[in-house]
């Protein structure tokens, strides 16, 4: 997991051992109107934060958290967070849930992390079954944005 140099601080907040859920956008798979934002996966992180200058898809980024992912749903697949908000304690105003979501971390409270969980549970595969076609429509989007450039 990477950080801006802005977000410093923010990534400091992790430790090693720290549970983590992993969002994604409407928007991450190139087409808004169909896809969902979705909670994918879980994983642990490994690492605490430590600089280490990198430089991913063009992105220049200054923090690295070392993630292991445990399991992810299938494509397409997982909790969509926007039903939802408005019973989460995380998003103390659910009518601007967004505007929470536009920091790579949000902290949930253990009460929202373990309804989490148990939603997302049977959804989750082996991330054998799953990281191929995460990583096909990553290059066909990162294709796109060449292409466009």
């Known amino acids: 997991m990477a950080f801006a140099a802005r977000r410093r601080g923010l990534a400091a907040t992790l430790r090693k ?3 983590l859920f992993v969002y994604a956008t409407r928007g ?3 087409n808004p109107t169909r896809d ?15 600089v280490e200058p990198t430089v991913i898809a063009g ?3 200054e923090v690295l958290v ?11 697949r997982g909790v969509e967070l926007a039903p939802r908000v408005d019973r989460m304690h995380s998003f103390p105003d659910a009518a601007a849930w967004s505007a929470y979501m536009r ?9 929202d992390a373990t309804v989490l ?11 054998e079954e799953t990281i191929d076609d995460y990583l096909a429509a990553a ?10 450039s």
């Open 17 to 19: 051992g720290d549970e």
């Open 28 to 30: 991450c798979f190139g």
């Open 36 to 50: 969902r934002g979705r909670v994918i996966a879980v994983g642990q992180a490994t690492s605490s934060p430590s």
């Open 59 to 61: 992105v220049e980024y």
């Open 66 to 76: 070392r993630l292991h992912l445990n399991a992810a749903c299938p494509l397409r």
């Open 103 to 111: 920091k790579p971390l949000l902290h949930l409270d253990e009460r």
């Open 117 to 127: 969980r148990a939603e997302l549970q049977p959804l989750l595969r082996p991330l």
């Open 139 to 148: 290059a066909r989007k990162l294709c796109r944005r060449t292409e466009e």
